[in-house]
Structures are given as C-alpha cells and as structure tokens.
C-alpha cells in the first residue's frame, strides 16, 4: 500500500505540472447568491469549492480524497487536496516514507498529526489554472479526486 500510495502522490505532481494559456470563464465573476449545494459530494459556494470521494479498500479501511478551493472575485486564491486515511498510523507511515524517500520531492505536502496529508499547491499554480476560470479549477479538482479514487480502485481490485 505504500508504494501505492507513493504511485498516487506521483500522479498528483505530474497533474499539476501541465501549463494552459486562456480562459474560457469570462462570464464567472464569483458574484451572485452564497448558496451551496451537495450532490455527490460536492459543495459549492461563492467563495468555496469541495469535491469529496471515498472509497473502502479491504484490509486498510476507507481511504477519502478531497479537493478544495477558495475564491475571491471568481480567482482561485488557494487549492488543495487532502487524503484521509483510516487510521492515525496509517497517515504516519506515509508521512514518514514520504520524509524518507529521497526520490519524492515533499514540498507542499503536510501532515496534520492525526490522518490527513494535504498537498497545497503553490501560489505560482494556483494562479496559472485559476487564470483558467473558476468552473475549470473546480472541474479540475473533481477530476483529480476521481482519478485517485479510480487508482486506488484499480490498485487493490487488480
């Protein structure tokens, strides 16, 4: 499970190191009501976005993936993806492989003491996909969470 785990942190990094130019979101400004809605593990809000996916993995428990951004002005101005373990030990283990793997560049990534590591991306990527428009950054987030969940599926199924 840890080198799975270290496959899927890979895969976050290669998603985040694709560049776009353009936006094809001139008309999201961010304004409008502050209503939030969930469906599927999705919350909206003007200046919040979550994507939430869980899934149970025999013999490890349920692992949950989480998208995040905040807004101002219809701008990403910060965005992150959490990975909940089930266990306290199990996030600890990750952590400390990640800390000791010299091939695995950490930066971004913490830890909260308990089961949550979080990878925060930096000022210079949220500005390039938030330059993109708000309903890219959300899809993107989405579709992140649900690549990893779809890893994590095929990982332990196969």
């Known amino acids: 499970m840890k080198k799975f785990m270290y496959m899927c942190m890979m895969l976050l990094a290669a998603t985040l190191t694709f560049t776009a130019c353009g936006s094809d979101d001139d008309d999201d400004n961010g304004g409008g009501n502050n209503q939030q809605q969930s ?5 909206v809000k003007d200046n919040y976005y979550s994507y939430t996916e869980s899934i ?3 013999n490890f428990g349920t692992m949950t993936c989480i998208g995040e951004a905040t807004f101002d002005n219809g701008q990403a101005t910060a965005m992150a993806i959490s990975f909940v373990y089930p266990k306290k030990s199990q996030a ?10 010299p091939d695995f560049d950490a ?16 000022a210079e990527t949220v500005k390039t996909l938030g330059a993109m428009g708000r309903t890219y950054v959300c899809n993107f987030l ?5 690549g990893f969940i779809d890893s994590i599926r095929q990982a332990t199924q196969g």
């Open 142 to 146: 989405k579709d992140t969470v649900k």
């Open 39 to 43: 469906q599927n593990g999705e919350v």
């Open 107 to 122: 930066t971004g990534y913490s830890y909260d003491g308990d089961r949550t590591i979080t990878y925060t991306m930096d």
């Open 92 to 101: 600890q283990d990750q952590w400390k492989d990640y800390q000791n793997d």
């Open 56 to 58: 149970e993995v025999k």
